[in-house]
């Protein structure tokens, strides 16, 4: 079974702007990680938010996460066009008997 | 070194075909996953080994085999592959299995014809 779904599943935006992804997941975690996938390329790690966790921070990027609505958000300050590539929510919950599970992804596009 | 290599980044093979996907890395981490992600889809798990012991089958068909010769390599093992089995499959390690993040190799383009 999915866990983390994405919204939106694509976000097209200038460089400069500020990009917004969600993810929402049906249930209780460990914790919730973002990765970053350029086109046919590996996933990188972005960053890692513990489920007693609210808010992340790591250079342009702020993670937010309320496990009350299932749901966290990526945002991304300040995009450049070497931002565009896929980014997945990746939940596990492992005390729950679920297994790591990425969610569809936002494919995101930066224009110059 | 906080890289995860994958051999070869391409492979092309029939049906009645037996080939193998190389994953290595020197990280000292303990975990080690593979992946099969088509286009457009996010990557989704097959198996994982913890301790070089496999840990997670997510009911995989025989005809893929994973190896786990020592905890640097992982090994999947393929034969009588079908069509619908070309993707992309990408390796991935971490620390331990559970809550740490996963360092993931460039993946391995996989055509079956």
């Known amino acids: 079974s999915q866990q983390g779904e994405e919204d939106p599943q694509a976000l097209s935006i200038q460089e400069g702007e500020n990009a917004t992804m969600n993810c929402s997941y049906k249930?209780?975690?460990?914790?919730l990680q973002w990765y970053r996938q350029n086109s046919g390329r590996g996933l990188v790690h972005l960053i890692l938010?513990?489920?007693?966790?609210r808010e992340k921070h790591s250079g342009r990027l702020r993670v937010t996460l309320d496990t009350s609505k299932k749901s966290s958000s990526l945002l991304i300050t300040a995009s450049r066009a070497a931002d565009t590539a896929s980014y997945f929510c990746a939940t596990d919950a492992y005390n729950y008997g679920q297994n790591f599970v990425f969610g569809p992804g936002t494919r995101l596009s930066v224009l110059p | 070194d906080t890289e995860v290599t994958q051999t070869p980044k391409h492979l092309v093979m029939g049906m009645t075909n037996k080939k193998s996907l190389k994953c290595e890395q020197h990280?000292?981490?303990?975990?080690m996953y593979w992946y099969k992600q088509k286009a457009k889809k996010p990557p989704e798990l097959m198996f994982v080994?913890?301790?070089?012991?496999?840990?997670i089958n997510e009911s995989v068909p025989s005809r893929f085999s994973p190896e786990c010769p020592n905890s640097s390599l992982l090994n999947l093992h393929l034969h009588a592959l079908q069509p619908e089995d070309s993707a992309l499959y990408l390796c991935a390690s971490s620390s331990r299995e559970g809550s740490y993040e996963q360092y993931f190799g460039p993946g391995t383009r996989l055509t079956v014809t």
């Open positions: 080994y913890s301790y070089e012991k496999l840990s």
């Open positions: 938010i513990r489920s007693n966790e």
């Open positions: 990280m000292g981490h303990r975990a």
């Open positions: 249930t209780s975690i460990n914790n």
